[in-house]
């Protein structure tokens, strides 16, 4: 699928601490032009909620990734907590397409959201998350055009009432 390139890679996916960077080593990506390239770590540009990759077309067909030993309870532990948390805080109880939003600075978008009275608001089949608002789920067979109308109205009400530009 040409410009849609892997989720977590293409924009360096991270929550509660880690990020996708911090256990990459490369990936292998068919470009649009029909190239093939191996990128190393440092060939993404990995940043907050990005990579180089989002300049470019293409679709990653393999990656590796460089994970390290550890305790086998201890990461079980790990795992729990992790799963705990995002039990508690998101709406995995719906199909979503995860948190929409980058974090403006000095800001957090869920709050904004919910500040702006948006929490629960419904789009065709898509509604910001009662549960998070940084987060649109499927309620009813959202179709993308639900999804893009619902994120540029947000987007919209958010910088009328706050004058802070949410990136997706």
């Known amino acids: 699928i040409p410009g849609s390139i892997g989720g977590a ?15 990459f080593e490369s990936c292998d990506v068919l470009w649009a032009d029909g ?39 201890a990461i079980k532990a790990q795992m729990d907590e992790l799963t705990h948390l995002r039990e508690s805080k998101q709406p995995l109880e719906y199909p979503s397409c995860g948190s929409v ?11 904004l959201i919910q500040d702006a009275g948006l929490q629960g608001y419904i789009q065709g089949g898509a509604q910001i998350s ?16 639900d999804y893009v109308t619902l994120i540029r109205y947000i987007q919209e009400v958010i910088f009328e009432k706050y004058q802070v530009k949410l990136e997706t």
Request: glycine share 10%; proline share 1%.
């Open 130 to 145: 009662t549960k998070h608002a940084g987060l649109i789920v499927n309620i009813n067979q959202a179709t993308a055009t």
């Open 35 to 73: 190239t093939f390239e191996t990128l190393a770590l440092e060939k993404l540009e990995f940043s907050y909620r990005h990579s180089v990759s989002q300049e470019r077309k293409g679709v990653v067909l393999s990656v590796t990734f460089a994970l390290q030993q550890g305790d086998a309870s």
């Open 9 to 23: 890679i293409y924009m360096n996916a991270g929550a509660y601490g880690g990020e996708i960077k911090d256990v």
């Open 101 to 111: 939003f980058k974090r403006p600075e000095g800001h957090f978008t869920g709050k």
